[in-house]
């Protein structure tokens, strides 16, 4: 069964520092997609990005970034010089297509990482 | 566009009341999606609907009903509320081609609260 496990349950650093959110994900399928999302504390999910089990390239937005790492199952997510905006709660997140999942797109979600930044 | 709307934002209810959730999405999307968040335990899957008339129990179905009204509209029923059903709701929706590659948007949220 797939499993996503964020064991940081909650991070607080200084605003300018920079903050890395773990992600680790237990998966039998070949094929799948792991997602991470961002709920500020106006409550409503955002998706930040996608990345599908084929790309292991790390992926940079503006200040995110992403280390996907096949090797050990993670999926990471980095905030360069952290800004008050960015305290939310993260959320990552596992779909597979195979097996009994396929035909859907249902989506397992850690259990999240609140991240306050203090300014 | 208005994405994925819900109502009500905010709900109470005694034990034993029944109440609907409802959830429309604008974005002619497949796949709909209920959820509920408890502290501590991210988002669970209650029901989720891959397509226009068909529905599936997620992780948590128990004591929940739902219905797929039509593409847009996806609802969710407490027909005798618990406590234990005091959460946040949130429905959720994606293009649903069923490979899985597609985010879900995400409604606002309904806070429920059973006493």
């Known amino acids: 069964a797939q499993k996503v496990t964020q064991a940081q349950t909650e991070i607080s650093v200084v605003e300018k520092e920079d903050v890395t959110l773990d992600c680790v994900y237990e998966t039998r399928d070949t094929t799948y997609y792991l997602f991470w999302y961002k709920q500020p504390p106006s409550g409503e999910l955002v998706f930040l990005i996608r990345r599908n089990s084929f790309d292991e390239q790390n992926e940079i937005s503006g200040r995110y970034s992403w280390n996907f790492q096949k090797s050990t199952s993670s999926f990471n997510f980095t905030i360069t010089a952290s800004q008050v905006v960015d305290s939310a709660v993260y959320f990552c997140?596992?779909?597979?297509?195979?097996?009994?999942?396929?035909?859907?797109?249902?989506?397992?979600f850690g259990t999240g990482t609140r991240l306050t930044i203090i300014p | 566009n208005a994405g994925v709307t819900q109502t009500p934002k905010f709900q109470v209810l005694k034990t034993g009341q029944s109440m609907t959730l409802q959830c429309a999405q604008d974005m002619n999307h497949n796949s709909m999606y209920w959820y509920r968040q408890d502290p501590g335990m991210g988002l669970r899957l209650i029901y989720y609907?891959?397509?226009?008339?068909?529905?599936d129990k997620g992780e948590v179905p128990n004591g929940y009903n739902v219905s797929r009204l039509n593409k847009r509209e996806f609802s969710l029923r407490l027909e005798s509320a618990a406590p234990s059903q005091t959460s946040v709701y949130f429905c959720?929706?994606?293009?649903?081609?069923?490979?899985?590659?597609?985010?879900?948007?995400f409604g606002p949220g309904t806070r429920l609260t059973v006493t």
């Open positions: 959720a929706s994606s293009e649903g081609t069923g490979t899985g590659y597609y985010e879900q948007y």
């Open positions: 997140a596992l779909s597979e297509t195979s097996g009994a999942n396929f035909g859907n797109e249902k989506l397992t």
């Open positions: 609907s891959a397509s226009e008339g068909t529905t």
